[in-house]
């Protein structure tokens, strides 16, 4: 070690005015923030697991699909289109991009204090709001581009991998078709429509003779084989009752719902960073942390957001899981077991609760880790 | 909490206070624990002061309680003239501290921590970064990641992040853990290079003899209390007076001391008598001592004080030998 002191040693005091920089404000600087993003940034473990499953986990699944369906085409769909644009989003961005982008905020929130980094931080003079405030926009600065970048990679190969033909209850017909479109297309291939579209109305139907129709209560007119007459007129029915399932189903997902999935993406992507910084500030550590978020995202959330529990129905609006379940874009399979062609099965149906009560909801869960993650800063000791 | 706050100087808070740290009636509780107990201290500007005691004396969290990583429980405390907590931003803008071993992001070199660290501070902090790691000769492994730094190099980036604020104060809590004998002395130099340079640094060792080299003033804590203060050289002067003695006839000379009212406790050792004299005993009491024996027809061959030690007048004043203080 030398001793080179910083400023040459004439003899003189090299000690300098205190410096006016305001360190008592709570607003954190630039430097702050970009400094701790370089602290998040060089946690490879974590960085690693934030591409894996942002970007990794997706590219994979799109590369098996496009690599099956170039070598067998008969037996594998198209690697993009609607179905697979739903099926993503709601299984793997969303629910694991959540989960990891909370473990990214609890390792915010308490590297500090585990690598013993909080005590000489808190000896600058800075002041403790600041030191934690600079970690929200660092970590979002962080994760938000890999949550971005794997919804981009999703939504470029569902567009530009996306079935030529729409598939429809197991019938390829074409896209895109208006109401007396689809009537005229029924009335010209009734034996696909009667055979496998659904139809649950009264109207007494004729079905060929080589299917066995809908079920249920539908009346099958007379014993004899129908004419091609009959057959059209019943598949005209078909589809007039089918026509709305029908237009919501797309070859790829539009423009619109791609947008308003991508933000409501980064939207639950940013909770789950917020929380998890907050939580785990207020705990001090990591560990126990992260696995309260993931009971919270796979356990809690979906119990809360579908039973209705006596008593309970307010505290159960409460969760930000539900809350984001009812901004979720119309288009979107419910997220934990919906219908992946899109739509919302029957049955499937969350508490309700109006947007603006869901909007107020998120914000409160944003606002409210914020200050309990903030006030712990303050009043731990280092 | 009964906190309340010390005056800044008149000319300007930080600058013309005669005391780099000041408090009064500090106390600190953990639960029926009262770590620190009515700390009165008094450290004077541009000097090194030792902050000495023994394991559990508290050294530590009064460090603790005075950069403002724990709160008081009552009395006022000021630092570079600032009252703290008060304006305790204004006070740390000029202080550097390592408090318990310093430790950092493993994953990240010691350049980027101090940029973590240099961020938190003014923005003349950054320009600081490489003379700081220069002058702790952390220069070559300066981009390595903390993970393979050893202790004692860990102590030198500690040292590193303290002179980022370019301080007027520092505070160092053990610097000396797990330096080998090489980095201890330069480790020393470098401290008393600092103090050179009109800063105020205040260590707390249990290294009593780096401590007696480094520093000008000593505190002696004790059970939560300062006990003693003030310079080495005074401090030791009030110590009790150890004589050896060489003498004709050793257990005859030994009877006839016990029998003075000099309140001497003598033994035979090996080197001949050892008479210790005490607390505030005068250089009159020596001769004393020589003019007894020899009216007793005892042959005196050699009479040596021996020189009290800041280890022989802490293991007195502390509670490792009987806790009377």
Known sequence: MTTTPIAPPDGTSVVTAAPTDHRGSWLPTLSLITTRMMELRRRRGLMIALLVVNIGIPATFLIVRLVAHAVAPRSYGPAGGYSVFTGLVAVILYVFGFIVAAVVGCSAGSTDLTDGMFRHLVVTGRSRVALYLARIPAGLAVVLPIVAAGFILVCAVCVFAAPTKDSYSGVTLPAGLTLSGFEQWA???????????????????????????????????GSSPPTAAALRASAIVFAQQDYQSYSNTFLKPANSLMIATGLWLLLEATIGFVVGLGLSSLLGQRTIAVVLMIVLEIILTPI??????????????????????????????????????????????????????????????????????GWRMVTRDA | MTITATSPGTDGPGVDQQWAVETHGLVKRFGDNVAVNGVELLVPRGCAFGYLGPNGAG??????????????????????????????????????????????????TGRQNLQILAAARERAARDRIAPALERVGLQHRANDKVSKYSMGMRQRLGVAACLLGDPQLLILDEPM??????????????ILSLVAEGRTVVLSSHLLDEVERTCDAVAIVDRGNVIRQGSIAELLAGASV?????????????????????????AVGPNGLEAKLPLGTG????????????????????????????????????????GSE
């Not at chain 1, 009264?202 to 099958?220: E, K, L």
């Not at chain 1, 309700?352 to 009560?357: K, L, N, Y």
């Open chain 2, 283 to 322: 250089r009159e009491a020596i001769a004393e001592v020589n003019r007894q024996l020899v009216e007793a027809g005892i042959s005196v061959y050699r009479l040596q004080e021996v020189q009290a030690s800041l280890e022989s007048w802490f293991l007195q004043v502390t509670s490792r030998l009987g």
């Open chain 1, 187 to 221: 009335a010209a291939h009734p034996d696909e429509v009667l055979c496998n579209f659904g139809y649950s109305g009264n109207a007494a139907i004729s079905m060929p003779s080589n299917c066995t129709g809908p079920g249920g209560s539908v009346q099958i007119k």
């Open chain 2, 242 to 266: 150890e004589l050896q003695i060489e003498c004709s006839e050793p257990d005859r000379a030994r009877g006839i001391l016990d029998a003075t009212r000099l309140g001497a406790e003598v």
């Open chain 2, 59 to 108: 050294k530590t969290t009064l460090i603790r309680v005075l950069l403002g990583l724990t709160r008081a429980d009552a009395g006022t405390m000021s630092l570079l003239g600032y009252p703290v907590p008060k304006q305790r931003d204004d006070a740390l803008a000029r202080v550097g501290a390592i408090v318990d071993e310093p430790r950092f992001h493993g994953h990240l």
């Open chain 1, 304 to 373: 809360f957001s579908r039973s209705r529990i006596p008593h309970l129905i307010n505290f159960q609006r409460g969760f930000v899981g539900l809350a984001m379940a009812h901004i979720e874009p119309p288009a979107l399979p419910l997220v934990f077991g919906g219908d992946m062609n899109g739509g919302r099965p029957r049955g499937l149906q969350l508490v309700p609760e109006s947007t603006e009560v869901a909007i107020i909801v998120i914000v409160a869960w944003l606002v409210f880790w914020t200050v309990i993650g």
């Open chain 2, 177 to 190: 853990n797990g330096l080998d004998p090489a980095g201890m002395r330069e480790m020393r130099d470098m």
